[in-house]
C-alpha cells in the first residue's frame, strides 16, 4: 500500500552542521510529495513541496528533490540554527485520490548551540 | 487572521465524558481532515471531509469517535464516554481541492482525559 518511511529520530546536531533526514515513499502513480515541521506546541506548518519528478522544493535554507528513480524526498540544510530543533514530518499525496495523505512518523531534530 | 482555527485549545474532561472539538477550515477550502497525535507520535489520520461527498471514516478507532461538518466548513469531531487512551492533540487540516496542494494545519486542542 502508499505509505511513507522517515529516518527515526532523534537527530542531534551541533549549530552550522550538515544536515539529512531521509524519506522513501511506496505509492501508485506519480504523488506529490511534502516536508512539513511542528515546532514545540504548535501545528504543522508546510516547509516545502514538489509536484513531479526532479522538482526541487526549497524554503528557509532547506531543500528537498522528488526522485522518482530511489523514490526518496530527502531533506537537506546546508548548516542548521538551534532555531531548527523542531520535528519535521514527510508526507504524500496520491495523483488519484488527491485528498489522502500519508505522513511518515516524524523525525525530531535537536540542534546544540 | 485567515488560519485554520481549532477550538478550545486545551480540555481537561473526566473519564467517561463527551467531549467535543471544534475546527474552522480556512474559507473556501473544500477538504477538512482531524488527526490525532498522542504524545511524541506521529499523526494518526481520524477523518476526512471533501464537499459534499460521503467522509472517508477509515481512520476513527472506535464507535466512540464521530465527526460532522456542517454546511461544509465547520468541523466537530465528537468523542463519547472518553478513556485515559484518548489523552492526545488532536489536530485538523483544510485544503482546497486542486491536486498537489498542501493541507494547512490548525494549532491542536489538546485533550487530557483524567
Known amino acids: 500500500g502508499d505509505s511513507v518511511t522517515q529516518m527515526e529520530g532523534p537527530v542531534t546536531l551541533s549549530e552550522e552542521a550538515f544536515l539529512t533526514i531521509n524519506c522513501t515513499y511506496t505509492?501508485?502513480?506519480?504523488?506529490?510529495l511534502f516536508w512539513y515541521v511542528q515546532y514545540p506546541g504548535e501545528g504543522l506548518q508546510l516547509l516545502l513541496k514538489a509536484t513531479k519528478a526532479d522538482d526541487k522544493g526549497s524554503n528557509k535554507g532547506f531543500e528537498a528533490t522528488y526522485r522518482k528513480e530511489t523514490t526518496s524526498f530527502h531533506l537537506e540544510k546546508g548548516s542548521v540554527q538551534v532555531s531548527d530543533s523542531a520535528v519535521y514530518f514527510c508526507a504524500l499525496s496520491l495523483l488519484y485520490n488527491f485528498n489522502k495523505f500519508y505522513f511518515g512518523s516524524g523525525t525530531k531534530l535537536n540542534v546544540k548551540p | 487572521g485567515a488560519g485554520v482555527s481549532q477550538s478550545p485549545s486545551n480540555k481537561v474532561t473526566e473519564k467517561g465524558k463527551d467531549v467535543e472539538l471544534r475546527c474552522d477550515p480556512i474559507?473556501?477550502?473544500?477538504?477538512l481532515y482531524w488527526y490525532r497525535q498522542s504524545l511524541g507520535q506521529g499523526l494518526e489520520f481520524l477523518i476526512y471531509?471533501?464537499?459534499?461527498?460521503?467522509?472517508?471514516k477509515s481512520g476513527l478507532p472506535s464507535d466512540r469517535f464521530s465527526a460532522e461538518r456542517t454546511g461544509g466548513s465547520v468541523s466537530t469531531l465528537t468523542i463519547q464516554r472518553t478513556q485515559q487512551e484518548d489523552s492526545a492533540v488532536y489536530l485538523c487540516?483544510?485544503?482546497?481541492?486542486?491536486?498537489?496542494?498542501?493541507?494547512?494545519f490548525g494549532p491542536g486542542t489538546r485533550l487530557t482525559v483524567t
Open positions: 505509492a501508485t502513480g506519480y504523488p506529490s
Open positions: 471531509f471533501q464537499g459534499n461527498s460521503a467522509p472517508d
Open positions: 474559507s473556501g477550502h473544500t477538504a
Open positions: 487540516a483544510s485544503r482546497t481541492g486542486t491536486s498537489g496542494n498542501e493541507q494547512y
